[in-house]
């Protein structure tokens, strides 16, 4: 977790160039942004009189800086739920659909995993998602449908590398 809170801190340096490559930085962009919005919420309530103070803050309790990305992670692990749902009951049907979706809602690593501020529940998420969209553009005509599928791959790589093989869907699908 902290590898990822400490990098999006470190974009308030001035720079937005990670300082390690573990992970994909689109995760520590997105709560980059979040920390921006918490500082001028903060700053306008008078909580952070400067920038200064903001950082120290950090310091004096980090809660609320895992807390944006532990909530924010949870909400992508809930959305999988219905996502796996949707794409369950229409190439399967309604019990085994809810089977599905009760087998991801109760997964051990899926549950564990959306408690901390780590890429693997927001990479789960946009594969499902691009599952969904690949689905869907079987049953469509056009290219569009097979670019957003291919964008949510691509997003989903920005959030963790092992997302690029769900490209292989993208694939398959076609």
Do not use: C
Not at 127 to 156: C, F, H, K, N, S
Request: net charge positive; proline share 6%; aromatic share 14%.
């Amino acid at each position: 977790e902290s590898i990822v809170v400490r990098q999006a801190l470190a974009y308030g340096a001035g720079t937005l160039k990670p300082y390690t490559f573990i992970y994909p930085p689109l995760y520590s962009y997105i709560l980059f942004a979040f920390y921006g919005a918490y500082y001028v919420l903060g700053h306008l309530a008078g909580a952070f009189p400067n920038v200064a103070e903001f950082a120290i803050s950090y310091f004096v309790d980090p809660t609320p800086f895992y807390w944006m990305g532990r909530i924010l992670t949870a909400l992508l692990g809930g959305a999988a739920v219905p996502l796996t749902y949707a794409i369950a009951v229409r190439a399967y049907g309604r019990k085994p659909a809810l089977a599905a979706a009760a087998l991801l809602a109760f997964s051990h690593l899926h549950v564990t995993h959306s408690h901390y501020v780590l890429t693997d529940v927001p990479m789960t998420f946009l594969v499902v998602l691009a599952a969904y969209l690949v689905q869907r553009a079987m049953a469509r005509d056009g290219l569009r449908p097979w670019l957003e599928a291919g964008l949510a791959i691509g997003v989903g790589a920005a959030m963790k590398y092992l997302a690029a093989l769900g490209g292989l869907m993208v694939l398959v699908g076609v």
